[in-house]
C-alpha cells in the first residue's frame, strides 16, 4: 500500500470518523468478515437484528405502535424474517403523512440527519436516518467498492450530481473532504462533448483509479472516448453504475473505453446499499446483514418465486431513528436462485428494471442528465416548502420542456420564479419552460411512473 493511501486509510479516516461520531470503519471490518459467513449465520443475525428493530418500534415509534395494533400483532410474533408478511407495506404516501409519527420517540430529532430523496423515482420525500444506519450503509459501500478492486485512500473519480443552490460553508466544506479524500468530482448535469471532453483531461491529470457514477452520464463518457479514440493516461480497477439500470451495450462500451470490468450497484436515497455485483457478475449480492428485500406480486403483494419479477419491497435493520419496515421502494427486481462462485452466501437478486431514466438533449448539444431536476427542487427546498408529492418533466421538443408538479401547496410568484430563472440557466434561453401544478400524474402502460419522458428522437 502506497504511503499516501496508507495515510488516508489509517489516518484520515478514522479521523473524520471520530470527528463525525460515525462507525463506518468499525462497520466495514465487520462487514469484510461476514461476507464470507455461511448463510444460516448471515440469516441468524438478520433475524437478531430483526426481532430487535420491531421491538423499537412497537415502544418507541408512534406510527408502527398503531399500525400493530391495527393488525393485532406484537413484537414477540415476529421471530423470523416471513413473519415480516403481517405488517402492512409502508408506501411513499405512508412516509408522507406519518413523518413525525415515523421517528422515534426515544431519539433527539437533533441527532438525525435529514434527507430529500426522490431523485430516480419522481416521488420526492423527506426523512431521517441516525448515525448507526448512515454507517452501516457507507461500510456497505466501501464493501461493495473494494468488489470492483477499489481500496480505501486511493484515487477515486465520481460522475455525479453537484448541488446547484448552495452555502459558501457547504460547498468549502465538501472540497476539503474531497481533497482529504483523494476524490474528484464531476458534475453529470450539463454534458456537451466540449465538457466531456474537458473533464476526460481532467481525469488524465487525477489518474483516478476507481470510477463510479450514473449510469447514463458514464456511459456517454465511455461513448465519446471510443468515438474519438482518446488515450486515456490513467488505468482504472473498475467502474460502478448506480441510479438507473445498466444495459448491456453500456457495459460494453464502457468496458472497451476504460479497458476495465464494470460493477453494477442499486439503492434507493431511502435505504442506501441494497445490492451489488462481485467479480463473477451473476447479480446483485444482498447485503442480509443490514437489510431484508422481498419482491413482490404488484397485485396482491405476496412473494414471487425465484426468478419473477415483482415490487422490491425493503426492511432497513440499522435506522432506529426513523425505521423503515416493508418500505415499498417503486421499483421491481428478481430474487436469483443460482449460488455465486465467488462462495459469498449472501442471496443474489436480479439487475433492478423499472427505472429509466430520460436524458434531456438540449438546442446547444448539452445533455441534461434527469437528475438534475430532483437537486434543484431540494436546493430550492420545494419539496418540504410546499409539500411535492410527485413530479414529471416532459421534453415535447428540442426546444421545450414542461414540469408537472403535484403538490400540497402552489409556490408564491417570487419562488416560482426564481425556480423558473434557475432551470432556465442551465437549459438556455433558447428553450420554453413552463411548470404546470396538476391534480395526478398518469402511470405508463406498465404501471410505473416515469419522472423524465423525452419525446425527440435522441
Known amino acids: 500500500m502506497r504511503f ?27 462487514y469484510e468478515k461476514s461476507q464470507w459467513w ?22 418507541n415509534v408512534p406510527y408502527y405502535r398503531r399500525v400493530f ?14 413473519d415480516l408478511e403481517k405488517i402492512p407495506i409502508l408506501t411513499h404516501e405512508n412516509v408522507r403523512h406519518n413523518l413525525a409519527g415515523l421517528v422515534s420517540a426515544s431519539t433527539s430529532k437533533s441527532s438525525l440527519f435529514r434527507f430529500q430523496t426522490g431523485g430516480t423515482t419522481g416521488h420526492p420525500l423527506i426523512l431521517f436516518k441516525d448515525k448507526n444506519e448512515t454507517s452501516s ?30 452555502s459558501r460553508y457547504k460547498l468549502l466544506k465538501e472540497r476539503l473532504r474531497r481533497v482529504a479524500t483523494r476524490d474528484t468530482l464531476i458534475g453529470s448535469w450539463n454534458l456537451s462533448d466540449d465538457k466531456i471532453e474537458q473533464a476526460v483531461k481532467r481525469l488524465n491529470k487525477e489518474k483516478p483509479t476507481f470510477l463510479r457514477g450514473y449510469a447514463s452520464p ?35 462500451t464502457l468496458e472497451r473505453a476504460f479497458n476495465c470490468e464494470v460493477f453494477d450497484q442499486y439503492g434507493c436515497g431511502e435505504i442506501n446499499s441494497i445490492g451489488f455485483e462481485c467479480e463473477e457478475h ?11 428485500v422481498e419482491f413482490l406480486d404488484e397485485k396482491d403483494n405476496t412473494p414471487v418465486s425465484k426468478g419473477k419479477t415483482g ?3 425493503v426492511t432497513s435493520l440499522d435506522n432506529y431513528g426513523m425505521p423503515l419496515i416493508r418500505y415499498d421502494t417503486d421499483d421491481l427486481g428478481a430474487s436469483l436462485n443460482d449460488c455465486c462462485p465467488c462462495n459469498r452466501k449472501l442471496p443474489l437478486m436480479d439487475a433492478v428494471v423499472g427505472r429509466v431514466i430520460d436524458m434531456i438533449r438540449l438546442p446547444n448539444g448539452d445533455i441534461l442528465f434527469g437528475g438534475f431536476f430532483v437537486i434543484a427542487l431540494e436546493d430550492m427546498n420545494w419539496i418540504e416548502k410546499y409539500g411535492i408529492i410527485q413530479f414529471q418533466v416532459v421534453q415535447q421538443a428540442l426546444n421545450r420542456i414542461v414540469m408537472r408538479i403535484q403538490s400540497l401547496r402552489t409556490p408564491n410568484a417570487r419562488d416560482l420564479e426564481s425556480f423558473r430563472d434557475l432551470v432556465q440557466k442551465y437549459v438556455g434561453e433558447s428553450v420554453a419552460f413552463d411548470v404546470e401544478f396538476i391534480d395526478e400524474i398518469s402511470v405508463s402502460a406498465s404501471g410505473k411512473r416515469r419522472y423524465i419522458i423525452s419525446e425527440i428522437d435522441n
Not at 69 to 82: G, L, W
Not at 224 to 252: C, M, V, W, Y
Open 69 to 82: 395494533k391495527a393488525v393485532n400483532m406484537r413484537p414477540e410474533d415476529v421471530r423470523h424474517v416471513e
Open 311 to 313: 415490487r422490491i419491497v
Open 218 to 252: 458514464v456511459y456517454l463518457f465511455g461513448r465519446f472516448i471510443e468515438k474519438n479514440g482518446i488515450n486515456l493516461k490513467f488505468h482504472l480497477k473498475g467502474i460502478s453504475t448506480t441510479a438507473e439500470p445498466l444495459f448491456d451495450f453500456q457495459r460494453q
Open 137 to 166: 450503509s457507507m461500510a456497505s459501500l466501501y464493501r461493495g467498492w473494494e468488489w470492483c478492486g477499489y481500496e480505501i485512500g486511493e484515487k477515486m473519480a465520481q460522475i455525479w450530481g453537484v448541488p446547484i443552490v448552495a
Open 38 to 59: 455461511g448463510l444460516d449465520k448471515l440469516k441468524q443475525l438478520q433475524e437478531w437484528k430483526l426481532k430487535r428493530l420491531i421491538s423499537h418500534a412497537w415502544n
Open 282 to 292: 451473476t447479480g446483485l449480492h444482498v447485503p442480509i446483514e443490514r437489510v431484508h
Open 4 to 30: 499516501q493511501q496508507s495515510v488516508i486509510r489509517n489516518v484520515v479516516y478514522p479521523l473524520l470518523d471520530f470527528v463525525s461520531g460515525s462507525t463506518e470503519l468499525r462497520y466495514l471490518k465487520f
